[in-house]
């Protein structure tokens, strides 16, 4: 049988740890893992880098900022590790974390260690061989749409997590916030930022709840049962998780999920297999994100055009890094590309009224 289950691969270049300082600080937190010692890595993600440690019989996960990273407050391992320290036992799905190092003479940088979750992440397109049935595909957008509702509905202040934001105006300051990121790192003059800053400003909406909110909720940040692939048993990428107003989460997913009726711009785009016959549309899991969480989705547009825009900056200030030599990985070449159709929809969608 195929083993279609998440592997890593060789570090890339300009990614590879101090293996002579790691090695003898984890044989000091996990005592009695004889020989055995190998570091790889997980080759997609353009923020957090991810690797796989084998440490005698026992198997991690270490998760450090990337190098060069200009946007130190988005890469805070210290909070991310507290989220999950408390939040796995409310979630399951969210990782299992072991220990966290703040001592940058190990690697350089704070990181933090969890337990491996062994299964099936979905990317653009399912692994060669692997059969996504249409009835699949619609269960599996139920799932992903009920564990982000799931996420929505904890009690984050009885888990723990009641200081990790500041709710009260939460939208105001993310539009803001993200605009003013995207000029810390321009580098190209594009006119559809100061269209969309507008228009965002004008109509934002009052928000008058907060959830946790996981930030960045798709496809490739969600590990699938290997023995059902409708079943989600790992959420990944914790680092931005906050509290704040849910449907900017689910905005979130929307802005990544492009459906088979979509543009060929768009199309390039696609980050998980969700035009496949049987996946749902936007407008579909609004609708079944309503019915899970009894929310009241009708500003819908507001978070998509906001959604848009924000993984355009996140693109912008990750090619940033590329554009003045902070990192070499010839991935982040083509992305200005991305800004603009990112840009480019988010603006039509203003304009359209449509998701």
């Known amino acids: 049988m195929t083993d279609f289950r998440d592997k890593p691969t060789s570090i890339r270049r300009g990614e590879e740890l101090d293996l002579a300082k790691l090695e003898p600080f984890l044989r000091m937190h996990f005592p009695g893992e004889a020989e055995n010692f190998s570091v790889s890595q997980f080759p997609s993600g353009h923020s957090n880098l991810t690797y796989a440690v084998?440490?005698?019989?026992?198997?991690?996960?270490?998760?450090?900022?990337?190098?060069?990273?200009?946007?130190?407050?988005?890469?805070?391992?210290?909070?991310e590790f507290h989220v999950l320290s408390k939040l796995h036992d409310a979630y399951s799905p969210a990782p299992r974390v072991l220990l966290y190092c703040d001592d940058a003479s190990v690697l350089g940088a704070p990181f933090y260690l969890?337990?491996?979750?062994?299964?099936?992440?979905?990317?653009?397109?399912?692994?060669?061989?692997?059969?996504?049935?249409?009835?699949?595909?619609?269960?599996?957008c139920e799932s992903f749409i009920g564990s982000l509702?799931?996420?929505?509905?904890?009690?984050?202040?009885?888990?723990?997590?009641?200081d990790l934001g500041k709710p009260q105006g939460y939208l105001e300051r993310q539009v803001r916030g993200w605009i003013e990121r995207y000029q810390g790192s321009k580098t190209h003059a594009l006119p559809e930022v100061d269209q969309i800053s507008s228009w965002m400003e004008a109509n934002l909406p009052a928000s008058s709840y907060a959830t946790l909110i996981h930030n960045d909720y798709k496809f490739d940040n969600v590990i699938l049962d290997p023995n059902d692939l409708t079943r989600i048993i790992g959420v990944l990428d914790w680092e931005m998780c906050t509290l704040g107003d849910p449907l900017s989460d689910l905005g979130g997913a929307l802005a990544y999920w492009v459906e088979a009726d979509d543009s060929e711009d768009?199309?390039?785009?696609?980050?998980?297999p969700t035009n496949y016959p049987g996946s749902m549309t936007r407008n579909e899991l609004v609708k079944r994100y309503a019915q899970a969480s009894g929310r009241d989705v009708s500003n819908m547009v507001f978070y998509v055009v906001f959604a848009r825009f924000k993984v355009a900056v996140i693109v912008q200030q990750i090619y940033y890094r590329y554009h003045v030599g902070l990192t070499r990985d010839a991935r982040f070449a083509a992305m200005p590309e991305v800004v603009r159709t990112l840009l480019r929809h988010s603006l039509q969608s203003a304009q359209s009224g449509k998701i």
């Open 54 to 79: 084998q440490l005698g019989n026992r198997q991690l996960v270490l998760r450090r900022p990337p190098f060069g990273s200009k946007v130190k407050s988005a890469h805070d391992m210290g909070r």
């Open 114 to 140: 969890m337990e491996p979750i062994s299964g099936i992440i979905l990317r653009r397109d399912p692994p060669s061989g692997l059969m996504l049935t249409p009835e699949t595909a619609h269960k599996l």
């Open 149 to 162: 509702a799931q996420l929505h509905g904890i009690d984050f202040a009885a888990v723990g997590l009641a």
């Open 266 to 272: 768009l199309q390039k785009l696609r980050g998980g």
